[in-house]
């Protein structure tokens, strides 16, 4: 089938009253994709394009940012908003390394304000920030089924997407460790706006931390090598006391496959969040 032309694509999404629905965002954050996607194509379109290209751009992103703050308000009372219900609800492609709508979602949800100066240098073995993509951070989730009595524990939390996500679409606890101290000030104004006194973020080195509240401990990949070492050391000895589980994402699931005191809940896959939990 052939990509319908620019001027095709703008007659149809002007005309399509279901984009206009509150809960369309999803469909709202696609139009405006193909609409890039046709443009980056070079797809041919008359000078008057480009002002209805800004027209629906302008329409859509004020019924996306009441979207966005009809959903605010459901955290800050309490609730679960629906359009992230429904990510947790339908069962998405949480495989490959790619973001995608959901990410946007996240973003106009949890309205986060990165630092604008650059993080400190990183001492060997630990890793840059990057996000884990908002669908496996559902997956993680959706997995996990976590409860009141959990607490779950982002090693190396970056802005806190994990944390902040759990303490609004579960019961549980969350805890946010960092050693970037402005990535930390990001993460507990985006809690304090929302309201979500669940979610906690300490500045530190994850080696020195206390891991006796945890019973899930989510890592993206924070670090490697001597430091993921330490961590995976701490952690055992903590299992040992009492039951808790680890949740990987990223190449570090590699690693933490091969530790003989964990079992995966599924073949572990760094591009899948794999769910561990110590042998009996
Ligand atoms: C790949 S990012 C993961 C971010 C976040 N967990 C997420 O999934 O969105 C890794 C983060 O770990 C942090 N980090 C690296 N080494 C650390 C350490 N030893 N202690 C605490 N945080 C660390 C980095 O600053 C970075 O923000």
């Not at 903590?238 to 964990?262: D, K, M, S, Y």
């Amino acid at each position: 089938m052939h990509a319908p032309s620019l001027h095709t694509l703008l007659d149809a999404l002007e005309h399509d009253a279901a984009l206009r629905k509150a809960d369309a965002l999803r469909e709202r954050l696609d139009a405006l994709d193909r609409i890039e996607l046709l443009q980056l194509g070079g797809a041919p379109g008359p000078g008057a394009s480009a002002l209805r290209i800004a027209a629906l751009r302008e329409d859509f992103e004020a019924m996306n940012a009441a979207s966005f703050a009809h959903a605010r308000e459901a955290i800050r009372r309490g609730a679960v908003p629906a359009l992230l219900q429904q990510c947790l609800d339908e069962p998405c492609h949480a495989d490959g390394d790619g973001y995608d709508w959901r990410d946007e979602l996240v973003e106009g949800v949890l309205q986060l304000r990165p630092p604008s100066a650059a993080a400190s240098p990183l001492p060997a073995d630990m890793v840059a920030y990057q996000p884990t993509p908002a669908r496996h951070i559902f997956d993680l989730l959706a997995q996990a089924r976590l409860g009141a009595h959990d607490v779950l524990v982002d090693l190396g939390a970056g802005l806190g997407h994990v944390p902040l996500l759990a303490a609004i679409c579960s019961r549980a606890a969350s805890v946010g460790i960092e050693r970037e101290p402005s990535y930390v000030a990001c993460a507990q104004a985006g809690a304090a706006a929302l309201r979500l006194s669940r979610a906690r973020f300490l500045c530190m080195d994850a080696r020195a931390a206390d891991f006796a509240e945890g019973t899930l401990f989510y890592l993206y990949t924070p670090f490697r090598g001597a430091v993921l070492d330490t961590v995976l050391g701490a952690l055992r000895r903590e299992a040992e006391r009492r039951a808790l589980r680890i949740a990987a994402h990223g190449p570090c699931v590699g690693a933490l496959a091969t530790q003989p005191w964990l079992a995966a809940d599924t073949p572990p896959r760094a591009d899948r969040v794999t769910l561990f939990r110590p042998r009996g």
